[in-house]
């Protein structure tokens, strides 16, 4: 199986920064994108930002600008690096990554369990 861990998250004041991290494991063939999502209470999941297997990344307009999202493809990481955060960016952040393992031989999204990011005013 595969075993998507986040880290990182954490209670910052308005204007702070955090970076957050996220590690894939286990019978891994191949990563195409990894990815971070967010979910406030109430409302569905948003897509953050995402990273493709060939340097592409991608940012939600929301936090374009103030996230950068880095990935390692030898490691089978990514990091979302958040600056000027906002009561908005508030959430639990989800890591996700799209592979094909051997179990699975077909592209999969995994999920991680999410970090708490808390932005106060």
């Known amino acids: 199986q595969v075993q998507v861990v986040e880290s990182g998250g954490g209670l910052v004041q308005s204007g702070g920064s955090l970076r957050l991290s996220c590690a894939a494991s286990?019978?891994?063939?191949?990563?195409?994108?990894m990815g971070w999502y967010r979910q406030t209470p109430g409302k569905q999941r948003e897509w953050v930002a995402t990273?493709?297997?060939?340097?592409?990344?991608d940012y939600a307009d929301s936090v374009k600008g103030r996230f950068i999202i880095v990935r390692d493809n030898a490691k089978n990481t990514v990091s979302l690096q958040m600056t000027s955060l906002k009561p908005e960016d508030t959430g639990v952040y989800y890591c996700k990554a799209r592979a094909v393992s051997t179990v699975r031989r077909y592209e999969y999204d995994y999920w991680g369990q999410g970090t708490q990011v808390t932005v106060s005013s």
């Open positions: 286990g019978s891994i063939l191949s990563i195409n994108i």
């Open positions: 990273a493709a297997r060939g340097d592409s990344t």
